[in-house]
């Protein structure tokens, strides 16, 4: 299909939401529902010796692992992670058990008459326990040896709060009409949900079914934790059978639900006597806290990221995700790459210094290019036009003059550039081998055509452009396409919403479905077609060896922030930022630009305002007052361009543009941060408090 | 059971709080974050509660030759577009939450809720702003800075309602900077005012003071007395000695939103670039 223009159109969802009318999970009234609250752990690390339950009045139930009929266990990627904390709790504020009853006031006071008597263990905090461990060469690393010199660098990384405006929700209840139990909740992956239900209670996947409702926001952190809800709740509901709410309070969301994964990023550069670059090796640690769940796949990410757009001939990639007894980390916008592109985009610039070298030839140098081979030996095949991003980037922002005007001293004032790319959709060939999506779509007697993914949309704008593809492609007035939002009794497995696969992925399904169907159409008659994904077959790869191609296709871009620095306050403002993407075709440019500005506002955030520090296992920041995400009068005038390169394998041309839109924030910031104070930075985020003791050890 | 009480004039609700032990209720953006509990349940008091929202005859912004009287229901969107509010005072006001909470809260409730992070209690301390109490009994004033006298406390007695402050004239020149961890609906980390008046060369008037630094506002008459008087060149040149001097006053602490190093340092850098700027 040809790219058509990047024409925007009003969301299908506007006026809803405008007009308070859509219905979050809290807004949903089922008659006489019950509450559900969690009875959580008070230790980091504990056996678990026995639970007082109070007396409990009619109609009040306490549900713990005791009452689950098939396994403890919520699989998340791996099936380490217990529905309900039993013998042993591994963090504070893991759920041990629920309590419901009709009155949420009555079951809140009786939570606190339970007694948990624990048996305390030596509790983890530190990443020194390694769970998972990977690593992979390209080229020849023995060479590291016959060095001359190594100039080394170590990069860190906090927690980051998804910080949904819609805190976690679930709705259970058994459908008077089918019988299903149904699930209604804010969430990413209904199938993930309904699978940890059949799981947790051993039933056939027709008995449930997962409805979702309006999302106000996930950015990944929807993604796992609804699964865990969903099956405490079955565990519940299956005991009770009431209809029964479960709904978070902020203060509970933002300390107990899983986070961004903290890192901490080793390189060393190996260099020959006469300043020659050998090779990177690259070692990236990733907290990945009590359970795995998906840190594994947060750190192949992170790890096949590790080089960023630079192509070097020899690299040896090592990672590590540790246990420590902290609320497990998952996943987050980005989902390992921000980190490691964090450390890379850094240490790339200050390599540069080291050798006394211009930053923007040094890395000119690495750039990748067209048919370059991937640190994981697979080949870059799309057109990459980063030279062109670079320039355009720099253009807008009259980089050039300002780079050398605000690194004379004292200028207080710094600005920097940051590349990055973001391999859209599952990592490997997960799509074909883990997800295998399908899509239905169908034509009634009156030319109206249905079309069914399990696609969430949260608020990104997914529902608008996925029927914009298929009536585009049908070619059909746009009110002859209904696609609602995603039920599982009706709906095949389309896959989660993640990995900035909805629209390369989903999309490109939706568009070959409903052109199969154009095929066939024949006006006044009942059809159907189930699409299944085919990959594209270059796609070869091996997860235990870490190698081959590791998406099917990358989106790219460039950031540039400017910021300056108050030498009285430590405080820093950002004062404005451009960015280029090329994340294909565009095939509604304002959703995209919504995407960049949420994205970067969200990266910068985690640079220098978002604190979340775990002490001894318990996280200090619960609230919007002390865990601070930007307002908007924190944001600087942001200004995006979009390099149309329309890639073969999307829907109309476009690949992802979710999470590309972070990655490079923090970087950027950082280096425009440097340049303001004159010094090298290593860790984020840069709060005030930790820059005063940057620049204190100057004087 | 819980009694709630909403008022048309001073004199009702005196006569209520003459009766009743009563939680004064008046934005409620303190109060009602205090007794918060959980998503989709009411919040609880433990007493009656008085509103104040309704005693429109306090709700008033005037001017007289002791100074400008705020009735203590005035909100801080209103005092921010009156002309009659000094200028220090909207700088302060405008730098609190978003336009939202700014449309329910008042100073009132800023006094009253005694935090060591009011930010108008800061300038109220500079200005020795004081308030009218109002009972059965009749009134009495007291300063700002008398009435609090610790975390949340106040020397309010159970049947007294603040029915205005008054913020004194005071012409001098003014720096004030608050520290927050953000440009808005932010918590205050550390905030500064300091004034000063030049008549000639001579120091005519200086007055310093910190929020979010101690329990209360700090600030020192004393401290303030030494160095009215000096000229402004033995005043700047003394400027390690006052940086000195506040710097033993205050005594942060470290939480959840910053460390005590922190605002010790910040509070005396922006006391030192106050000195640098006095021209
Ligand atoms: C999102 C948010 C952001 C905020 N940001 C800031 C900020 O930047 N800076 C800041 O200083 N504060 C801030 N606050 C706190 C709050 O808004 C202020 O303290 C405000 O001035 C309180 O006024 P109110 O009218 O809402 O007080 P209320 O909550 O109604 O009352 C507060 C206290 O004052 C007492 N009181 C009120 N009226 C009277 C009266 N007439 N007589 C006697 N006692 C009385 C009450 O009994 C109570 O103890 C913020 C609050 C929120 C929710």
Same mark, same amino acid.
């Given at each position: 299909m040809i790219p058509k223009y990047l024409t925007s159109v009003k969301k299908v969802d506007n006026e809803e939401k405008m007009a308070g009318l859509a219905l979050f999970t809290d807004d949903i009234q089922v008659e006489g529902a019950y509450f559900a609250v969690t009875l959580r752990s008070e230790k980091a690390h504990a056996k678990i010796l026995d639970i007082k339950v109070p007396t409990l009045p009619k109609d009040y139930y306490f549900i713990s692992a005791k009452d689950i009929p098939g396994e403890n266990v919520c699989n998340i990627i791996v099936d380490d992670w217990p529905v309900f904390a039993d013998k042993e709790t591994n963090y504070i504020g893991e759920s041990i058990g629920l309590v419901v009853g009709p009155d949420k006031e009555k079951c809140l006071d009786l939570l606190n008459e339970f007694e948990v008597t624990y048996e305390e263990l030596e509790p983890v905090f530190e990443m020194k326990d390694s769970y998972v461990h990977k690593e992979f060469t390209k080229g020849n690393v023995d060479l590291f040896k016959s060095s001359a010199k190594v100039f080394s660098e170590s990069f860190e990384t906090g927690y980051q709060e998804q910080a949904y405006l819609e805190p976690q929700g679930m709705l259970v209840y058994f459908d008077k009409d089918d019988g299903r139990l149904t699930v209604k909740a804010s969430m990413q992956c209904p199938f993930y949900i309904h699978k940890a239900i059949m799981r947790v209670l051993n039933w056939?996947?027709?008995?449930?079914?997962?409805? &979702?409702?309006?999302?106000?926001?996930?950015?990944?952190?929807?993604?796992?934790?609804?699964?865990?809800?969903?099956?405490?709740?079955?565990?519940?509901?299956?005991?009770?059978?009431?209809?029964?709410?479960?709904?978070?309070? +902020?203060?509970?969301?933002?300390?107990?639900?899983?986070?961004?994964?903290?890192?901490?990023?080793?390189?060393?550069?190996?260099?020959?006597?006469?300043?020659?670059?050998?090779?990177?090796?690259?070692?990236?640690?990733?907290?990945?806290?009590?359970?795995?769940?998906?840190?594994?796949?947060?750190?192949? +990410?992170?790890?096949?990221?590790?080089?960023?757009? *630079?192509?070097?001939?020899?690299?040896?990639?090592?990672?590590?995700?540790?246990?420590?007894?902290?609320?497990?980390?998952?996943? !987050?916008?980005?989902?390992?790459?921000? &980190?490691?592109? !964090?450390?890379?985009?850094?240490?790339?610039?200050?390599?540069?210094? *080291?050798?006394?070298?211009?930053?923007?030839?040094?890395?000119?140098?690495?750039?990748?290019?067209?048919?370059?081979?991937?640190?994981?030996?697979?080949?870059?095949?799309?057109?990459?036009?980063?030279?062109?991003?670079?320039?355009?980037?720099?253009?807008?922002?009259?980089?050039? +003059?300002?780079?050398?005007? *605000?690194?004379?001293?004292?200028?207080?004032? %710094?600005?920097?550039?940051?590349?990055?790319?973001?391999?859209?959709?599952?990592?490997?060939? %997960?799509?074909?081998?883990?997800?295998?999506? &399908?899509?239905?779509?169908?034509?009634?007697?009156?030319?109206?055509?249905?079309?069914?993914?399990?696609?969430?949309?949260?608020? &990104?704008?997914?529902?608008?452009?996925?029927?914009?593809?298929?009536?585009?492609?049908?070619?059909?007035?746009?009110?002859h396409v209904i696609y609602d939002a995603p039920d599982t009794s009706k709906t095949l497995s389309t896959g989660p919403t993640a990995a900035s696969r909805t629209i390369i992925i989903v999309g490109g399904l939706a568009a070959k479905a409903a052109q199969h169907l154009k095929d066939i159409w024949v006006s006044g008659k009942e059809q159907e077609i189930v699409e299944p994904y085919v990959g594209p077959s270059y796609i070869k790869w091996d997860e235990d060896k870490m190698q081959g191609d590791a998406y099917p296709g990358y989106a790219w871009g460039a950031n540039v922030v400017e910021v300056s620095f108050d030498p009285v306050t430590y405080q820093v403002k950002v004062e404005h930022t451009w960015s280029v993407y090329d994340v294909g075709h565009a095939i509604d440019e304002r959703i995209v630009i919504g995407q960049a500005d949420g994205g970067l506002a969200q990266a910068l955030g985690w640079s220098y305002l978002e604190k979340e520090e775990a002490v001894d296992g318990r996280f200090m920041q619960k609230k919007f007052s002390d865990y601070i995400v930007p307002t908007s009068m924190d944001l600087p005038e942001m200004e995006t361009a979009l390099i149309d390169n329309p890639f073969k394998y999307g829907a109309f041309g476009a690949k992802g543009a979710g999470e590309l839109t972070f990655v490079g924030g923090a970087p950027a910031f950082a280096l425009a941060f440097e340049q303001a104070i004159k010094k090298p930075v290593h860790k984020i985020p840069l709060t005030p408090e930790l820059i005063m003791e940057l620049v204190k050890d100057e004087d | 059971m819980i009694k709630y009480f909403v008022p048309k004039s001073l004199k009702e609700a005196t006569e209520i709080l003459s009766q009743n032990d009563c939680y004064i209720l008046a934005g409620g953006t303190d109060l009602m974050v205090q007794k918060h509990r959980s998503a989709s349940l009411l919040p609880t008091f433990e007493k009656d509660v008085l509103f104040t929202n309704e005693i429109k005859e306090l709700d008033y912004i005037k001017v007289d030759k002791e100074g400008v009287h705020v009735g203590s229901v005035t909100k801080y969107e209103k005092m921010l577009k009156s002309a009659q509010i000094p200028d220090i005072f909207r700088k302060t006001i405008e730098q609190i939450a978003s336009p939202g909470i700014r449309n329910m809260a008042t100073m009132a409730g800023n006094i009253g809720n005694a935090s060591p992070a009011g930010d108008t209690l800061v300038p109220l301390n500079v200005f020795d702003a004081y308030l009218v109490l109002s009972s059965t009994r009749g009134e009495r004033k007291v300063l700002v800075s008398d009435y609090i006298i610790g975390v949340r406390k106040t020397i309010r007695e159970k049947d007294e309602i603040i029915k205005e402050i008054v913020i004194p004239n005071l012409d001098l020149e003014f720096d004030y900077e608050k520290v927050g961890s953000r440009k808005a609906e932010s918590i205050s980390k550390v905030s500064f005012l300091g004034a000063y008046k030049l008549e000639g060369n001579i120091i005519k008037d200086f007055r310093v003071a910190f929020g979010s630094v101690s329990i209360k506002v700090v600030r020192d008459k004393e401290v303030e007395k030494k160095y009215i008087g000096l000229t402004k060149e033995e005043f700047i040149n003394r400027k390690e000695e006052i940086v000195s001097d506040y710097s033993k006053l205050i005594s942060p602490i470290t939480d959840h939103r910053s460390t005590k190093e922190y605002r010790q340092k910040v509070a005396c850098?922006?006391?030192?670039?106050?000195?640098?700027?006095?021209?």
């Open positions: 056939p996947e027709e008995k449930i079914k997962v409805i &979702q409702p309006a999302v106000g926001g996930a950015f990944g952190g929807k993604e796992h934790y609804p699964s865990l809800m969903g099956a405490q709740l079955a565990t519940a509901i299956n005991k009770i059978h009431h209809p029964i709410k479960m709904i978070f309070d +902020r203060k509970e969301d933002v300390p107990f639900t899983t986070k961004r994964h903290p890192s901490k990023t080793d390189i060393s550069a190996y260099l020959d006597d006469k300043n020659n670059l050998i090779g990177l090796k690259i070692h990236v640690n990733i907290d990945g806290g009590a359970y795995i769940g998906c840190s594994m796949v947060v750190l192949s +990410r992170a790890l096949i990221a590790a080089t960023n757009t *630079y192509t070097f001939e020899n690299v040896e990639i090592i990672g590590d995700a540790y246990h420590t007894n902290k609320v497990p980390s998952a996943a !987050f916008r980005g989902f390992g790459s921000p &980190q490691s592109i !964090f450390a890379m985009e850094l240490f790339i610039n200050h390599l540069a210094d *080291y050798l006394g070298v211009d930053r923007f030839v040094f890395k000119n140098k690495y750039h990748v290019k067209t048919g370059d081979v991937t640190s994981t030996s697979g080949i870059f095949r799309d057109e990459i036009v980063l030279d062109k991003i670079i320039e355009k980037a720099k253009k807008m922002s009259d980089f050039d +003059r300002k780079f050398k005007e *605000y690194s004379k001293p004292n200028s207080n004032r %710094g600005i920097g550039i940051s590349t990055f790319l973001h391999g859209c959709g599952f990592t490997g060939s %997960g799509e074909s081998t883990i997800i295998n999506a &399908q899509l239905k779509i169908k034509k009634d007697k009156n030319d109206i055509v249905t079309f069914y993914t399990s696609q969430v949309d949260f608020g &990104q704008g997914n529902r608008t452009t996925l029927k914009r593809i298929v009536v585009d492609t049908l070619g059909i007035p746009e009110d | 850098n922006l006391l030192s670039r106050f000195i640098d700027n006095i021209k």
